[in-house]
């Protein structure tokens, strides 16, 4: 996934490594206490890769249900492919009231992020070409009509931004990972801007969503870290949880270009959490049906029924 080819110099990067970062005291062999045993990692590995592939099999079916059907089994779906790996999600915030087209985004620290967000705000995802070739991923990906963008030719960057205006303009959502590339989630990058302007030029909200792990360095999938080592690091994590903490939307009319819109968006989700008086909500609502109808397709819950193809993401994409 994280390829080790030279990068165009427009492009952004991190500083994190999978030695500096994902290799983290934390869960490494300093702490064995914080690991799970060989065999309870195994059990997970072999879950999460069955449910992965379960989902696979029943695509072809599940396109035959009512799009209501549907987006409950594939929402359900994504939540059990990552319990299956052993992680445990909080999520906080009001997804079940936001409503209308929105640009959706938010740090990327893993390639979690991607069925964790999907699965409580479905919507088409922006990744890079590269992710088509994947096997298996790839796949998915493409039938749930992800955005791709050819990191390569930065004047392909426009079309693709239109192309996020129009599916906004239509009433559906995009997700984004704005900061261009994975970073280790105890160190966050900029928000590169340009697909702010498809909130801009199509008068939608923008969504900030805050993704947080414990422990950190697992759950990190950064640099050129190999996707079996980053599979191996979560299901050997004694007890993974992510938080999902979705934000309150911005207007894009209060800012007078993109560059501030994605500051302010960036500012949201570095802010630490207020902590509340009482426990955290066990889960937020799901949206109703009506309300996600925009992001449905006859092959996936994540585009509209009359529209293009939405799903994974990019870990590296130009401003």
């Known amino acids: 996934m994280n390829g080790s080819t030279a990068l165009p110099p427009w492009l952004p990067t991190a500083p994190c490594t999978p030695g500096r970062c994902a290799a983290h005291p934390e869960t490494g062999r300093d702490h064995p206490a914080e690991r799970a045993g060989a065999v309870l990692a195994a059990a997970r590995l072999t879950a999460g890769i069955g449910a992965v592939l379960v989902g696979v099999l029943l695509a072809p079916a599940a396109g035959l249900l009512p799009a209501a059907a549907r987006l409950a089994l594939v929402r359900s779906w994504l939540r059990a492919v990552v319990r299956a790996f052993g992680v445990r ?17 938010a740090n990327h620290v893993s ?43 930065l004047r392909a960057l426009p079309a693709t931004v239109r192309a996020m ?3 906004l303009a239509d009433g559906g959502r995009v997700v984004v990972f704005p900061e261009g590339s994975t970073w280790c989630g105890r160190a966050r990058g900029r928000f590169r801007p340009a697909a702010f302007q498809a909130a801009l030029d199509s008068g939608s909200a923008v969504l900030p969503i805050r993704i947080d792990y414990r422990p950190t360095g697992a759950a990190a999938y950064v640099g050129d870290d190999p996707l079996g080592a980053s599979l191996w690091r979560v299901v ?6 992510a938080s999902i903490r979705i934000l309150d939307p911005i207007s894009g009319s209060q800012y007078p270009d993109r560059r501030a819109l994605a500051a302010a968006a960036e500012r949201a989700v570095a802010r630490p959490a207020v902590p509340e008086p009482a426990v955290l909500r066990p889960a937020v609502p799901q949206p109703t049906v009506a309300k996600d109808s925009a992001n449905l397709s006859s092959l996936s819950v994540h585009q509209r029924v009359s529209s293009r193809p939405t799903a994974a993401s990019s870990f590296r994409t130009p401003a």
């Open 111 to 153: 390639w979690l992020d991607i069925p964790l967000v999907a699965a409580v705000l479905p919507g088409r995802m922006v990744a890079k070409t590269e992710v088509r070739r994947w096997p298996v991923l790839g796949t998915l990906a493409a039938l749930g009509g992800t955005l791709f963008i050819d990191r390569d030719r």
């Open 236 to 241: 050997t994590a004694r007890r993974m949880v």
């Open 165 to 167: 205006s129009g599916v």
């Open 89 to 105: 999600v909080r999520y906080e915030g009001t997804a079940g009231v936001v409503t209308g087209p929105l640009l959706v985004v």
